[in-house]
């Protein structure tokens, strides 16, 4: 798989002991000045909650699946305190509990450039009144979202009241929409709820998910969303810092941002040189990647991971001469799940045909529910494990915060389709090994 060479060293003559040597001394000035610039040190968060009884704070950084987080501060009479070790500055966040339990949460971002970095946090309907002080980083993403209001917000807020408005009269969505989303809520079954979220998909596709009225909103919304969106990425080629990209990475990992991708490979070169070694460059290095190559019409990455058992498998090797689905899945993803027992009459059917399948977990910690999922489950096909997101398959293959997603492959690696249904798969097989078989009996 691709990576990104730390240092990259001119071709030197043998003969030429000094330049050798000059090369070796700036290459130790290079290492030198990279590891001074990323010595650990703690940063302490202190804070005051207000008028909430809230008792733990969920911390993690804003990269990462939300559903992982794995530091739980509490809070005790209104306050809370937590030390931790800071190698690499990165933004993170801070969500309340018991709003992450309900399912709609707000996060509090902050970035532990500082010793120490104070909060004062309030009720969700009062997230404005939120602060965060500490540090040069903290203040920079202030003076940010103070001067996108003072440019937007006047244009934006009565916007965002008409919608509301609509939402909360229901007259938001579409009839026809809202008939297909009743039903989706009203069944807990993913094999019920499957072809329901599908109808959903492609209502918002072709824009009918949409009352007329709250169409005319969004267009209005979407205009102004443009010039946010133009005057965010100005703001991300005159400041080559932490913040930018932070907010590239977050641009990039979330689907339902607005992202002007061309103009983050632009400027992608610039912030690469400047942090070479920040865990955000191999991250973005992987989503372009992704971009680049995960479409219909491009073919899969390669890569190399272990099967339960600890056995390494590269998946072209497992895949060469074959049409292949490729099933990205998870155990806590009840989606992933169903389209892996749908795929198990395709299999069945098909394979040693000229074609398989290639499962792979994306698991936390250890490998223990996958064990006890994949024999409940009884697949027959391989799947191997990417544990804590290891290997970057996920952000790659452009599903950084989703539980899983299937690709169909041709016998060249080209991918034919993402997320297919099993119709789909099938169909495709039959006409994919008629075209085989006719082809060699001529």
């Not at 979330?254 to 942090?275: A, C, G, L, Q, S």
Request: charged share 25%.
């Amino acid at each position: 798989m691709k990576s990104i060479p730390r240092f990259v060293l001119l071709k030197t003559h043998q003969n030429n002991p000094m330049r050798i040597n000059l090369i070796v001394t700036v290459f130790t000035i290079l290492l030198s000045t990279v590891s001074c610039s990323n010595r650990e040190f703690t940063c302490t968060l202190v804070g005051k909650v207000h008028d909430r009884q809230s008792d733990t704070l969920r911390l993690k950084r804003a990269n990462e699946d939300p559903r992982f987080a794995k530091i739980l501060i509490p809070i005790v009479n209104g306050e809370f305190k937590y030390s931790m070790k800071i190698r690499d500055i990165e933004m993170w966040d801070l969500t309340f509990q018991e709003e992450y339990n309900e399912g709609s949460f707000r996060k509090i971002q902050f970035f532990p450039d500082h010793k120490t970095v104070h909060f004062e946090l309030y009720p969700s309907d009062q997230f404005e009144k939120n602060s965060v002080v500490g540090g040069k980083i903290n203040r920079a993403v202030m003076d940010f979202s103070n001067e996108e209001k003072l440019l937007f917000e006047k244009t934006v807020k009565p916007l965002y009241l008409k919608r509301d408005s609509l939402i909360k009269n229901k007259l938001f969505l579409s009839e026809e929409y809202s008939q297909v989303l009743d039903r989706f809520k009203s069944t807990s079954d993913q094999a019920d709820r499957k072809p329901l979220s599908l109808i959903m998909d492609s209502l918002r596709r072709i824009g009918k998910d949409l009352s007329p009225m709250a169409g005319d909103v969004n267009k209005e919304l979407e205009l102004i969303k443009m010039s946010v969106v133009t005057w965010k990425y100005e703001y991300f080629r005159s400041n080559c810092n932490i913040h930018s990209y932070s907010m590239i990475i977050t641009d990039l990992l979330n689907t339902f941002h607005d992202v002007d991708v061309e103009t983050i490979r632009e400027i992608y070169p610039m912030y690469r040189k400047k942090y070479p070694d920040h865990p955000y460059t191999q991250l973005i290095y992987n989503v372009l990647l992704g971009y680049d190559q995960i479409r219909v019409g491009g073919r899969f990455i390669d890569f190399t991971l272990p099967d339960i058992q600890g056995q390494e498998f590269r998946l072209s090797e497992l895949i060469t001469g074959k049409v292949a689905v490729l099933d990205l899945w998870a155990t806590w993803c009840g989606p992933c799940i169903l389209n892996s027992r749908q795929l198990l009459p395709i299999y069945n059917e098909f394979n040693g045909k000229s074609f398989t399948v290639v499962g792979v977990a994306a698991e936390n910690d250890n490998t223990e529910a996958m064990k006890k999922r994949i024999e409940k489950e009884k697949w027959p096909w391989i799947n191997l494990v990417e544990l804590d997101h290891g290997n970057h398959i996920w952000d790659i293959y452009g599903i950084s915060m989703s539980g899983g997603r299937t690709f169909l492959l041709d016998k060249q690696g080209v991918i034919l389709s993402i997320n297919p249904t099993p119709e789909e798969i099938r169909n495709k097989l039959v006409e994919l090994l008629l075209q085989s078989s006719h082809d060699l009996l001529n």
